[in-house]
C-alpha cells in the first residue's frame, strides 16, 4: 500500500501532530496530544487471542486477538522498544491477584501511562461515560510503581490494529497502541512510516477507543476497585 502521507514533523505548539500530505503544503489533520512516554506492555504478559492466551512478544501481524467493542480482530503491527529507547518509561507490575480474586491473573507488567479500563458508577458520575481508560500508574500502588526490571535488555511489546481497542490481559482489559503524536515520534520517521501505509487514510481521523483521563485524574474513581477485569462483561 502506498501513503500519500509525507514524512512526520514536530509541530511547534507540542498539542497535537501534523500529518503532511506530500501534495500539499499544510497539513492534513491533526492527532490528539497525550502525555509523553511510549505505551507498551512486559514480555511474557498474556494477550488473549483466538488461539488462546498468549505472551505479548509471540503476537505477529494477522493474528486475532479478542477485543471488547469488535470481538477478535487482526493485529496489524506489532514493535519493540527497550528501557534505552526515547520514551520508555521504567515499568510497573499490578501484582497477580491485586485487584481481586485472579485479577490480574498473573503480574501485570506495562509502561507507566499505559492505560487499563475502568468501569463503575463513579466514572459516569464524574465523568460522563460507562468506562474510561486512565493511566496505570494510577492504578498501581507506590511498591508495584517501584518495580524493576529483571533484564537489562527488557524490552516493551507494542500491539496496533486498524483502529484503537480495548484488548485482554491477565483478565484486566487494557489499551492497545495508540499512534498520537508522541508515540510516532518516539517510535521514529520509519516506523511512522509504516503504521501510516498499514493503517491507510482513515489513520488522519484515529479515535481512542474510550474516554482518556489523564495522570492523577483517576484518583476520585478509587480505580484498584474499578478495573473492569471479566471476561463475560465483554462486549
Known amino acids: 500500500m502506498h501513503s500519500s502521507f509525507g514524512t512526520f514533523e514536530q509541530p511547534d505548539t507540542g498539542d497535537t ?8 503544503e499544510s497539513p492534513t489533520a491533526q492527532l490528539p496530544s497525550t502525555p509523553a512516554g511510549l505505551t507498551g506492555c512486559g514480555p511474557n504478559v498474556m494477550i488473549e ?66 492505560k487499563i479500563l475502568l468501569n463503575s458508577p463513579l466514572v459516569d458520575l464524574y465523568f460522563g461515560n460507562d468506562e474510561v481508560l486512565a493511566p496505570a500508574s494510577d492504578i498501581a500502588t507506590e511498591d508495584e510503581i517501584n518495580f524493576e526490571a529483571p533484564e537489562s535488555n527488557y524490552a516493551y511489546c507494542h500491539i496496533l490494529f486498524a483502529q484503537h481497542e480495548v484488548i485482554l490481559s491477565e483478565g484486566i482489559w487494557i489499551e492497545s497502541l495508540f499512534p498520537n503524536e508522541e508515540t510516532l515520534n518516539f517510535l521514529g520517521p520509519d ?9 491507510g487514510p482513515d489513520f488522519a481521523t484515529s479515535k481512542t477507543a474510550r474516554m482518556c483521563l489523564h495522570k492523577g485524574e483517576a484518583v476520585v474513581l478509587k480505580p484498584r476497585q474499578a478495573v473492569a477485569a471479566r471476561r463475560t462483561i465483554a462486549a
Open 17 to 24: 501532530l501534523a500529518l503532511w500530505d506530500a501534495d500539499s
Open 49 to 114: 487471542t483466538a488461539e488462546g492466551p498468549q505472551p505479548a512478544e509471540w503476537l505477529r501481524s494477522g493474528d486475532l486477538v479478542l477485543t471488547r467493542d469488535n470481538g477478535y480482530q487482526p493485529v496489524v503491527w506489532v514493535g519493540r522498544s527497550s528501557l534505552n529507547d526515547p520514551g520508555a518509561l521504567p515499568p510497573l507490575r499490578v501484582n497477580s491477584g491485586a485487584l481481586g480474586h485472579n485479577t490480574p491473573a498473573h503480574d501485570l507488567v506495562v509502561s507507566p501511562n499505559h
Open 191 to 199: 516506523i511512522a512510516h509504516i503504521i501510516a501505509e498499514r493503517l
